[in-house]
């Protein structure tokens, strides 16, 4: 026989908030992007809004990631193993290339 105490209630009941929590804060993704040998990898990405990406510089020169929509996102530059991150919330087709190297291209998709 089970007896539901008080203290059992309130421990199902957290129990729950933290599911929820849980659910909402894995609901966010994260995607990393690398950056190697001159190449952003993967060169296309589709996440939804609220996700974020980070981009991890694996060459041995700098690079930085520059959006092409104007105050959208724009690192400094990232030395070996340096990382920069950034949080899409609202949908749309970002293109970026790489400040130093104008020529590396890669793009992140946001949709919901
Ligand atoms: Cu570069």
């Known amino acids: 026989m089970i007896i539901a105490t008080p203290r059992a ?6 129990c729950i908030a933290l599911a929820l929590g849980f659910n909402a804060a894995a609901h966010a993704a994260e995607v990393v992007v690398t950056i190697d040998n001159f190449v952003f990898n993967p060169p296309a990405v589709t996440i939804k809004p609220g996700d974020t990406v980070t981009w991890r510089n694996a060459d041995d020169i700098p690079h930085s990631i520059v959006s092409t929509t104007p105050g959208a996102f724009r690192s400094k530059a990232l030395d070996t193993d340096d990382k920069f991150s950034f949080t899409f919330t609202t949908s749309g087709a970002f293109e970026y290339f790489c400040g130093l190297h104008p020529h ?6 946001v949709a919901p």
């Open 9 to 14: 209630a309130f421990s199902r009941a957290l």
């Open 104 to 109: 590396m291209k890669a793009m992140i998709t």
